[in-house]
């Protein structure tokens, strides 16, 4: 099984992005008031049509989202393509980076995560399992500020892959320590089956962290593709 991971800057509001959008993703789009969230929306709603359509065969155009909330039904939940054979799909936006996983058929998560100013303890204190807490504890405090985000993307691809995000909660599942390669050890959520969860840490370069995670009984095969050229034939 292989899992493409693309990766794109947030690309200009041109006419031809813009018509891509259908009109609920037209409204969240008029909806953001910084200009970076517009892009980064934009981008990643046209990168899922610009893949799916090669995956499929059809123009961009031609490929519909459903991003239903599985909650409320409103539609900013975790977008599906609506197709037969369609690939399943996972999206992540933070700083200059628009990431994108695609792989057939199993559910799939994945965040990038800017590295940033934050009360890390306090953040570990409310999201980490008690395991990880205690293993977090024994670094020093410039130790945490690097481990904290290299958890934190771990944890959340994990919580998307279920498709309900963090209405799971992340204490209720302990992965490795940040200095191992990842994996789920323990959890005490249906949501999360430690014995399925397959893991990869990705590399969106300095001041960054990502992760990815699928539910599957083998490893995949992860492969990091860059999407400017993709997004750009798009016009
Ligand atoms: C999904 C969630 C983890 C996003 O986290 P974030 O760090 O702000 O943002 P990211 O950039 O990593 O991910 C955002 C993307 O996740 C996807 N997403 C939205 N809901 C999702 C969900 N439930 N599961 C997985 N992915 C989801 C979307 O593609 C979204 O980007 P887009 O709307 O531009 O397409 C967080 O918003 C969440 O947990 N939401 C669901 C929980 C909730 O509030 N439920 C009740 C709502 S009524």
Not at 27 to 33: A, L, M, P, S, V
Not at 68 to 93: L, T
Not at 127 to 137: G, I, K, L, V, W
Request: hydrophobic share 45%.
């Amino acid at each position: 099984m292989r899992c493409d991971v693309w990766w794109a800057r947030p690309a200009a509001a041109s006419p031809r992005l813009l018509a891509l959008l259908d009109e609920a993703e037209r409204e969240r789009y008029g909806n953001y008031r910084r200009e970076v969230d517009k892009l980064r929306f934009l981008t990643g709603r046209t990168l899922i049509r610009a893949v799916a359509a090669q995956w499929l065969g059809t123009a961009p155009e031609e490929v519909a989202l459903d991003a239903s909330c599985y909650d409320c039904g409103r539609p900013h939940g975790k977008p599906r393509v609506v197709a037969q054979g369609a690939p399943q799909v996972s999206i992540s936006h933070s700083g200059q980076w628009v990431a994108l996983a695609v792989v057939a058929e199993v559910p799939v998560g994945v965040d990038v995560e800017e590295i940033r100013a934050a009360e890390v303890a306090d953040l570990a204190r409310i999201s980490f399992s008690t395991a990880e807490r205690t293993a977090f504890a024994r670094l020093t405090e410039p130790e945490q500020r690097a481990a904290f985000f290299t958890y934190w993307a771990r944890k959340e691809a994990v919580v998307k892959a279920t498709g309900r995000g963090m209405s799971v909660a992340m204490s209720k599942f302990t992965l490795t320590a940040h200095d191992q390669p990842p994996a789920v050890l323990a959890s005490e959520t249906p949501e999360v089956d430690p014995a399925r969860v397959r893991m990869a840490d990705l590399a969106p370069g300095e001041g960054y962290r990502a992760s990815v995670a699928v539910f599957a009984d083998e490893p995949p095969e992860v492969v990091e593709r860059q999407a400017d050229d993709l997004i750009g034939s798009l016009g």
